[in-house]
């Protein structure tokens, strides 16, 4: 079994950064792509990031600009999230997610790709 752990939310100003980590445990060496997801209040949980399991291949939505950074320190199990020039629309409930298989770059965006999911961080950025 894998577990995986948030961290990091809390409420910034419009303008401001938050460093979001994600702490995984259990079988960790079955862990591929690693992404981040967020989801507000009435809406679908979307995909934000993903990074691959070496860490030299990443992805971000084109929502968020290029503000956000993933990154992953497999010695440590952890991956991370650098949030940027956040926006009153980056508020949500932010999701570490994790597979078990490769997944290609056209897939990343897709849930069901990952095995593991953690139980969320708020992140609160108000206007």
């Known amino acids: 079994q894998v577990q995986l752990v948030e961290s990091g939310g809390g409420l910034v100003q419009a303008g401001g950064s938050l460093r979001l980590a994600c702490a995984a445990s259990?079988?960790?060496?079955?862990?591929?792509?690693m992404g981040w997801f967020r989801q507000a209040p009435g809406k679908e949980r979307e995909f934000v990031a993903s990074?691959?399991?070496?860490?030299?291949?990443?992805y971000n939505t084109h929502s968020v600009k290029g503000r956000y950074t993933i990154s992953r320190d497999n010695t440590k199990s952890m991956v991370y999230l650098q949030m940027d020039s956040v926006e009153p629309e980056d508020t949500a409930v932010y999701y570490c997610?994790?597979?078990?298989?490769?997944?290609?770059?056209?897939?990343?965006?897709?849930?069901?790709?990952?095995?593991?999911w953690g139980q969320g961080t708020q992140v609160t950025v108000p206007s």
């Open positions: 997610a994790a597979s078990r298989w490769p997944i290609s770059q056209a897939a990343v965006s897709v849930r069901w790709q990952y095995s593991y």
């Open positions: 259990g079988r960790t060496e079955m862990l591929y792509v």
């Open positions: 990074i691959s399991r070496g860490g030299d291949s990443t």
